[in-house]
């Protein structure tokens, strides 16, 4: 008989893995539902997600001449990266299946690699879109981390550490206490960044195929096959990712302390409604909003960086 | 056998051994060319030299114990004293893998400066010795010699024999701003000499502490200054993207990863041990440079398409980065906060070895560009990766750790670095504008790793991907073996010590305790201990990242082989022109950052006669560099007024001047009376 602490990890990383790979493709299918039904379109079925995934799968790849064998490694770097990512940050209990392994600075880190890597490889076929889509993409995550930091110092700050297992647990064990002012400034400029980094609107348009207007689908125009299977499927983590990450720092309401079958249940329930809300917030959006021109990004952006940055202020220079 | 004498208690026989070994080495390069090719001898012995330099450091770090050993009087008033202490051991470390990687580098590498010997290339060992010297140097004036001597073997690299107007002129920045920081330094090391009687270190650091505040300010400020230009820290920089990129690249590599720590090595050595702890603005100050250098670094690096010059500019950045934990650490020790003190240090010490393998990584891959393109031009190049495997992946490598990802080792010492800043923020024992500034430093250096991954995708990207862009680089071939070798070397280096981060950065972290006064270690608020293993498992977490990306590799990309065709580009055949370039692929980041970069442009379009139809466009980008005319301009143009009118006692008359001199004499009586 195993030590039970370490079998109770075990069994609630396992679940936290099955259930955030099992549900990365039906996000996308809520989001583009959606966003059709408030367009009064009928929309895709929800479990389309998956099926694209399978057409790719069983397709076989076309790669430009120009290629190196960046363009075959890239997506498998990009989806390990954001696995790897998923299993730092604490979705289902409030240990992550990678306790200790890194903390939000290593996910953010993490995500600058996907991020390097994809743009990179954007860039092997010589396609004039893949540098129209890469030099959008790096050029926006300039602004956007700022705000990122900014906002995950707030919580960090709050807790003491940067350790995520270790917020998420003083969170839910503050209860009310822990959406203090502070918490809430870096909650929304936190919001703000999520849309930009999943790319949604009004930052990116993730159905466009008109190429002035494409950032992440200009990326990975050239892939095909099982690669655009892979790719894919790592942009729909992504969003399990950024969600996850939103509800461990600023939403940690129902995130399991103890391994007891009943708190894993609420806890898997708690999970599912917070990532099935993040969809169905993003399909709004994408419903609701145009995409702003590229130049005015800079603004959007900065309102996050500085309500985050009012955010830290409140609570260095206003004692509670 | 060098070992058994090392830890048997004296490092003096090694010390005479590398001494020797770069003297023999300096003169090798002096002799004709012979069957024996005096050149690779001089470069063999310099970088066994370089692996003496790597035991010595090492032993030093390993043991704890300092050592020393004296010339003597050799100058005939002024000891020749050195005492290499664990700190010192460090940057040795450093210089000596870098040196060797440099060295073994340099044996391909050829520089096509006509036939005949290259005499300068007799500076390159003096250059290492000069560099070993400023690192243990224990006297004033020891240490003067030294850098004096590094930064007159350093400019005549740059030059080199036969240089050309702009390679003279960048030379010539070089030692004006060079000399300039040497004065600050005799000025400073003269205050402290007088309090303490003796040209020691030892006794500045006795010395300082009886200082009155104001003295001690003041003696921060010309450190400051004096190190900073050696750092190339903005404002004081702007020698360091005309030098760089025009020396050969083992020289710039030495340069970027070594020879401007030397400016950093100062700035700990005397900032935060011989002075400190020192008021709190000393920190807010070096926190304030170190911010702007590596934004604006990184900015600047961007809008650069010579990919030496945009290397030299991430140089910048990178002390800017090592400024941020150094300024940290200034607060820290002001405040008496050790724990978060020892933390700080840690992250820009670590950071300092770091930038010293990844920046010599970058500037040899570019050596290698250049001699096999004829170019560093990343609009002319292209395409290199299918041609120049090892020279890709290497300079991939070194982009990747440059740019802070998981799990090279360039994202440990900003994983500490960050750790330093949010500390200092959640830090009540700091004032609350102290703990402002780290939060908002949290945000300038998170702006520089986002510009950071963006430059590099961009030089990784127009330099070795896609089509070629010019004839040479459609038919480059991959470099000379030794070039490769020490390119892999060093990349190995970066992936190794960024999986041995928790290790390496609790043996630096050792190093640092050690400089700030061997406080113990206390638990930090943030950082358990000073060092990586609690919040960060390099090692494990690169295997899972390794494992997980090779099997999506094995059943979703191997498993099915691609049909190639060309790249979709509308129905034309695909071209270079279609291609993105570097100018435009920073176009947006030029946009956005407009306020700053202030960016001009001109196109001039020029018609077929009589129709309205385009018969050439000329296109003409630039961004002026902020500092430069702002700062810079204003000060030639005061320099040359002021100049010309000291012009006017210039008569050239041998008893106008006489006359002058017993003026000068009189009015020198009446004050000192």
Known sequence: MPDPAVFGALVVGLVQLALTLAVAPLLLGITKRVKARLQYRQGPPLLQPYRDLAKWWAKQPVESDAASPLTGAAPAIVLAAVVVATLLVPIVGARPPLAGWGDLLVVVGLMALARFVFALSALDAGSAFGGMGSSREVAIATLIEPALLLALTGAALAAGSTDLGRIATLGVAAGGAWYTPPLLLAAGAFAIVAVAETGHEPVDNPDTHLELTMIHEAMMLEASGPRLAILMYAAELKLVLVAGLFAAVFLPVGIALDLTPLSLLVAIAAALAKLIGAAVILGVLDASLAKLRILALPGLLATASIVAAVGLATRLWLPA | ?673
């Open chain 2, 1 to 673: 056998m060098l070992f058994a004498t090392v830890l048997g208690g004296a490092g003096v026989p090694l010390l005479a051994t590398i001494g020797v070994l770069l003297a023999v080495s300096a003169l090798a390069a002096l002799a004709p060319r012979t069957r024996l090719n005096p050149r690779a001898l001089s470069l063999s012995l310099a970088g066994l030299a370089c692996i003496a330099l790597v035991v010595l450091g090492a032993t030093v770090i390993a043991s704890g114990s300092p050592v020393a050993a004296s010339a003597g009087d050799v100058l005939g008033f002024a000891p020749i004293d050195v005492r290499y202490d664990p700190l010192g051991g460090l940057f040795l470390v450093a210089l000596g893998v870098a040196g060797l990687a440099s060295s073994l580098f340099a044996v391909g590498y050829t520089t096509h400066d006509g036939p005949g010997v290259d005499r300068t290339a007799a500076a390159y060992p003096v250059f290492l010795a000069s560099l070993a010297l400023v690192f243990g140097a224990d006297d004033a004036f020891a240490f003067l010699l030294a850098w004096e001597l590094m930064a007159l073997s350093s400019a005549l690299l740059v030059v080199g024999r036969r240089p050309s107007a702009e390679v003279a002129r960048a030379g010539y920045v070089y030692l004006v701003l060079t000399h300039l920081a040497t004065a600050a330094l005799i000025v400073a090391f003269a205050i402290l000499a007088s309090a303490a009687g003796s040209t020691s270190f030892g006794a500045f650091g006795r010395a300082a502490a009886s200082l009155s505040p104001a003295v001690r300010d003041i003696v921060f400020v010309l450190v400051l200054v004096g190190f900073g230009t050696k750092a190339g820290a903005i404002p004081l920089h702007v020698w360091l993207p005309r030098a760089h990129p025009v020396a050969p690249s083992h020289v710039s590599a030495l340069m970027s990863g070594v020879m401007i720590k030397a400016g950093i090595y100062g700035i700990v050595r005397f900032g935060l041990e011989i002075l400190g702890p020192g008021p709190e603005w000393w920190g807010l100050v070096v926190l304030g440079i170190g911010v702007a250098s590596a934004v604006l670094g990184v900015l600047y690096a961007l809008m650069e398409h010579d990919l030496k010059r945009l290397l030299a500019f991430h140089s910048i950045e990178n002390i800017g980065i090592i400024l941020i934990g150094v300024g940290i650490a200034l607060l820290a020790s002001a405040d008496g906060v050790t724990a978060l003190g020892a933390l700080a240090l840690t992250a820009a010490l670590f950071h300092t070895l770091n930038h010293a393998l990844f920046k010599s990584l970058l500037f040899l891959a570019a050596g290698s560009i250049q001699s096999a393109v004829g170019s560093r031009d990343l609009n002319a190049l292209g395409g290199l990766a299918r041609a120049m495997p090892v020279t890709a992946l290497a300079f991939g490598i070194g982009a990747a750790a440059i740019s802070g990802l998981p799990p090279l080792n360039g994202f440990a010492s900003e994983w500490l670095t960050f750790q330093g800043l949010i500390g200092a923020g959640g830090e009540a024992g700091l004032s609350l504008v102290a703990r402002s500034g780290a939060l908002l430093a949290v945000a300038g250096l998170g702006l520089t790793a986002a510009l950071a991954v963006a430059c590099f995708v961009k030089a990784t990207g127009m330099g070795f991907l896609g089509l070629p862009r010019s004839p040479r680089a459609a038919e480059a071939r991959e470099t000379a073996t030794s070039m490769g070798v020490a390119m892999a070397g060093l990349a190995a280096a970066c992936i190794g010590v960024g999986i041995a981060a928790g290790p390496v950065s609790g043996v630096i972290g050792g190093i640092s305790r050690g400089t700030l006064g061997g406080t113990s270690p206390t638990a930090g608020v943030f950082a358990p201990v000073v060092g990586i293993g609690a919040l960060y498992a390099a090692g494990p977490l690169a295997v899972v990242v390794l494992a997980v990306a090779g099997v999506v590799w094995f059943v979703g990309v191997r498993r099915r082989t691609a049909r190639r065709a060309p790249t979709w580009t509308c129905g034309n055949v695909p071209e270079a022109a279609f291609e993105y370039t570097a100018t435009s692929y920073a176009k947006l980041i030029r946009l956005y950052y407009g306020p700053v970069l202030r960016p001009e442009r001109e196109i001039a379009v020029e018609l077929h006669p009589g129709t309205p139809f385009p018969r050439t466009v000329h296109y003409r980008g630039e961004v002026r560099h902020v500092i430069d005319e702002r700062l810079y301009a204003p000060l030639h143009r005061a320099s040359v007024a002021a100049a010309q009118l000291v012009r006017r006692i210039q008569s050239g008359s041998l008893q106008a001047y006489l006359a002058y001199a017993v003026v000068a004499l009189v009015v020198l009586l009446l004050v000192a009376r």
